[in-house]
């Protein structure tokens, strides 16, 4: 008996597509690299948004945090979060409490991969939920799943990581804009894409 | 404009009992796969885990994995290097009644310059393990053929369902 099972997906016909989760932005960044990504003008007519990332930084064998501002506040008492973290030899715990990141507003580690003068191809994935983020009645919640992996190759005492985060932004606003920054510039072909969901 | 995505690709329900779950010929339409997953072994003791490949499985040492797991009273992280596949769900997935859950991430899959990298997420239920893991594919070939196997050759029981989805980015 055969003990595989194969799917052609060109033979699936009958697609379910549906409005309830949408693209929105993307950024990919060109050849000269971005400082930064931001998107701006969220349109408040989803109840969550989710972030999709595949980064990468340029800088020689590090790896790089990144941090989120949210609505442009640079403001770092406003910002709290908490990681649970696998390097591939321990677990830690760990949280981050205000102005963090090198005066952006701030909150934190997604574990990027960095660069050694390009020759690295190890990159960083990441999902990131940011709940409700619309209502202008409370504070907001966001949380991620990112890890990068380099098989072994990264930098001493940086093998590898993989973060389950929770942050919070002490703001009832509604979250109009969303800029990710990193110790080093974003590489090129590294994706943003936002998506809300209904 | 946005537009609507998270498309279902292929979905697997098994009416019997297979060793391994392949996805071929994957659309290369999408930004980002999203496999989900639940499913149960007939025993505790073994382990599933993920291969890919273009046009076939990859079975070289080309894969690296790091995770971190929680059993209910420790937290541990190991990792595993030039390896031949990379962690799904841990060494403890079933019995038969205990349907386990993992969704795996696999991002900018279709892209032929970078290596891959795929994240994610598993709950055993028995095993009471929650698990977190990041996985690397050191090709820059496009996904189009995904597996998930057991170690010691256990079956995926009937019910099991595995789904596959498409996103894309605008």
Redesign the interface.
């Given at each position: 008996m055969s003990s595989s099972i194969g799917i052609y997906a060109s033979q699936i016909s009958g697609h379910l597509v549906t409005n309830n989760y949408s693209s929105i932005q993307t950024v990919t960044v060109g050849s000269g690299g971005a400082s930064s990504i931001t998107f701006s003008s969220i349109p408040s007519t989803y109840t969550h948004l989710q972030v999709r990332y595949f980064a990468q930084t340029n800088r020689s064998l590090v790896v790089d945090d990144a941090f989120i501002t949210i609505n442009g506040d640079t403001t770092g008492g406003n910002y709290y979060s908490h990681q649970l973290q696998g390097s591939g030899s321990s677990a830690s715990a760990f949280s981050s409490a205000g102005n963090g990141g090198g005066g952006v507003g701030i909150f934190w580690p997604y574990a990027f991969s960095a660069t050694a003068s390009g020759s690295y191809n190890y990159w960083a994935g990441g999902v990131i939920d940011v709940l409700d983020y619309a209502n202008t009645n409370k504070n907001k919640t966001l949380r991620s799943l990112s890890g990068s992996d380099a098989n072994g190759a990264a930098p001493s005492g940086y093998p590898a990581f993989v973060t389950l985060s929770s942050a919070a932004w002490f703001n009832t606003s509604a979250i109009t804009s969303i800029t990710f920054k990193s110790n080093g510039n974003f590489s090129q072909y590294s994706t943003f894409a936002l998506y809300g969901v209904k | 404009m946005?537009?609507?995505?998270?498309?279902?690709?292929?979905t697997?329900t098994l009416g019997s009992a297979?060793?391994?779950?392949?996805?071929?010929?994957?659309?290369q339409a999408y930004?980002?796969l999203v496999l989900i997953a639940n499913f149960a072994l007939p025993a505790t003791g073994d382990a599933t885990r993920i291969q890919v490949g273009n046009g076939s499985i990859d079975t070289g040492t080309n894969y690296?994995?790091?995770?971190?797991?929680?059993t209910g009273s420790t937290?541990?992280?190991?990792?595993a290097?030039?390896d031949t596949s990379t962690r799904f769900a841990g060494a403890a997935v079933g019995p038969s009644t205990d349907f386990a859950t993992g969704i795996i991430?696999f991002?900018?899959y279709s892209?032929t310059?970078?290596?891959k990298?795929?994240?994610d997420?598993y709950s055993g239920v028995t095993s009471s393990e929650v698990n977190?893991?990041?996985?690397?594919w050191?090709s820059?070939s496009a996904i189009n053929t995904i597996?998930l196997f057991n170690v010691v050759g256990s079956?995926f029981v009937v019910g099991s369902t595995f789904t596959?989805y498409g996103?894309?980015?605008?």
């Amino acid at each position: 008996m055969s003990s595989s099972i194969g799917i052609y997906a060109s033979q699936i016909s009958g697609h379910l597509v549906t409005n309830n989760y949408s693209s929105i932005q993307t950024v990919t960044v060109g050849s000269g690299g971005a400082s930064s990504i931001t998107f701006s003008s969220i349109p408040s007519t989803y109840t969550h948004l989710q972030v999709r990332y595949f980064a990468q930084t340029n800088r020689s064998l590090v790896v790089d945090d990144a941090f989120i501002t949210i609505n442009g506040d640079t403001t770092g008492g406003n910002y709290y979060s908490h990681q649970l973290q696998g390097s591939g030899s321990s677990a830690s715990a760990f949280s981050s409490a205000g102005n963090g990141g090198g005066g952006v507003g701030i909150f934190w580690p997604y574990a990027f991969s960095a660069t050694a003068s390009g020759s690295y191809n190890y990159w960083a994935g990441g999902v990131i939920d940011v709940l409700d983020y619309a209502n202008t009645n409370k504070n907001k919640t966001l949380r991620s799943l990112s890890g990068s992996d380099a098989n072994g190759a990264a930098p001493s005492g940086y093998p590898a990581f993989v973060t389950l985060s929770s942050a919070a932004w002490f703001n009832t606003s509604a979250i109009t804009s969303i800029t990710f920054k990193s110790n080093g510039n974003f590489s090129q072909y590294s994706t943003f894409a936002l998506y809300g969901v209904k | 404009m946005a537009g609507a995505t998270y498309v279902p690709i292929a979905t697997q329900t098994l009416g019997s009992a297979v060793s391994n779950i392949t996805f071929t010929s994957i659309s290369q339409a999408y930004t980002d796969l999203v496999l989900i997953a639940n499913f149960a072994l007939p025993a505790t003791g073994d382990a599933t885990r993920i291969q890919v490949g273009n046009g076939s499985i990859d079975t070289g040492t080309n894969y690296s994995s790091t995770w971190i797991y929680g059993t209910g009273s420790t937290a541990s992280s190991g990792r595993a290097s030039s390896d031949t596949s990379t962690r799904f769900a841990g060494a403890a997935v079933g019995p038969s009644t205990d349907f386990a859950t993992g969704i795996i991430n696999f991002q900018n899959y279709s892209n032929t310059t970078t290596y891959k990298t795929w994240i994610d997420r598993y709950s055993g239920v028995t095993s009471s393990e929650v698990n977190a893991m990041v996985g690397l594919w050191r090709s820059t070939s496009a996904i189009n053929t995904i597996k998930l196997f057991n170690v010691v050759g256990s079956n995926f029981v009937v019910g099991s369902t595995f789904t596959l989805y498409g996103i894309s980015a605008a």
